[in-house]
């Protein structure tokens, strides 16, 4: 169970790693570069007066990124309460790991060359021969838990760590300080927006992946850099010009959850509870983003 534990944290943070990668299959490097003095980092203020951060996160990132800048940590001390997508406690349960890998793999008697094209097969068998990881395991899951599989696979070789994440560090430091936390919504409900997609999609989307995966991993490098800049306009194009030819999964992955956490980021307001909420940084960009939301709800959102 304790491996099985330590493959599911690994796989929660792909499942995310992954629709940034989807999205820069489509972007190259040629994309102009523009400046931007500020963070990813906004300040919220409703109409009452009351204040929350919204700080977008890179989900795995190199130990070179810390220390983070002085402007994020005093957002991040003036707040009495940490609000991230999902609780990581939460995948510390094992009836909960349990069931989401009996979510990602094939029922008995299913193997992932039976669903995919033979072309498709051949470049998951020779990726993973690249990785050194048996086709065995592959052979076992779905096309979307394949995909994320590879995915993470070439983010580790390519020096990213989700140790090294930014909501899983200021969820150690919450922990370590007794900061109360709160969760935007369940690791369940995260793994299915991708299991939810329909056997063609998730065909598409690993063979988009296998295409382009070398392309993807240094173009992330880019949207790394883009963040740290606050360069909120060229991860918008990073990201979404990926996603213009998957609508669904766009809507899936982002839009759709965009909406669900307006109310939570709203009751920390009209609880006055000082929160700084920590999404992933796609959830921030983008005329459907959690930003555009809220000022849609006429609450002042502002970079810092």
Request: aromatic fraction near 8%; charge should be neutral.
């Amino acid at each position: 169970m304790r491996a099985e534990g330590a493959g599911m944290k690994k796989l929660q943070w792909t499942l995310r790693a992954w629709a940034c990668m989807m999205a820069l299959a489509a972007a190259s490097g040629a994309l102009g570069a523009q400046e931007a003095p500020k963070h990813f980092l906004w300040k919220v203020t409703s109409p009452a007066g009351a204040e929350a951060y919204l700080f977008g996160s890179i989900h795995a990132l190199g130990k070179g990124v810390y220390p983070l800048s002085p402007v994020i940590e005093e957002a991040f001390a003036a707040s009495k309460v940490l609000v991230e997508e999902v609780d990581l406690d939460e995948m510390n349960d094992p009836a909960t790991m349990i069931g989401l890998v009996g979510k990602a793999m094939l029922p008995d008697g299913q193997t992932l060359d039976q669903l995919v094209s033979k072309e498709t097969f051949a470049a998951v068998r020779a990726r993973a021969d690249r990785h050194g990881l048996p086709v065995p395991m592959l052979q076992r899951m779905k096309p979307w838990m394949a995909a994320v599989t590879l995915a993470a696979a070439e983010l580790t070789r390519a020096g990213f760590d989700p140790s090294f994440g930014i909501d899983r560090h200021f969820y150690d430091r919450a922990r370590a300080s007794g900061m109360p936390r709160r969760a935007l919504e369940t690791v369940a409900y995260q793994f299915d927006r991708l299991d939810g997609l329909g056997s063609t999609q998730q065909e598409a989307s690993l063979k988009a992946m296998l295409a382009d995966i070398d392309t993807q991993a240094a173009n992330f490098q880019s949207m790394v850099d883009a963040w740290r800049r606050g360069d909120t306009a060229r991860v918008e194009r990073f990201l979404f010009e990926g996603f213009k030819d998957a609508p669904e999964v766009a809507e899936r992955l982002l839009a759709e959850r965009n909406r669900n956490w307006v109310e939570p980021v709203e009751t920390c307001l009209t609880e006055q509870a000082r929160c700084f909420v920590v999404v992933g940084a796609a959830h921030l960009v983008g005329p459907d983003s959690l930003v555009e939301l809220l000022r849609a709800r006429k609450h002042s959102v502002v970079q810092q």
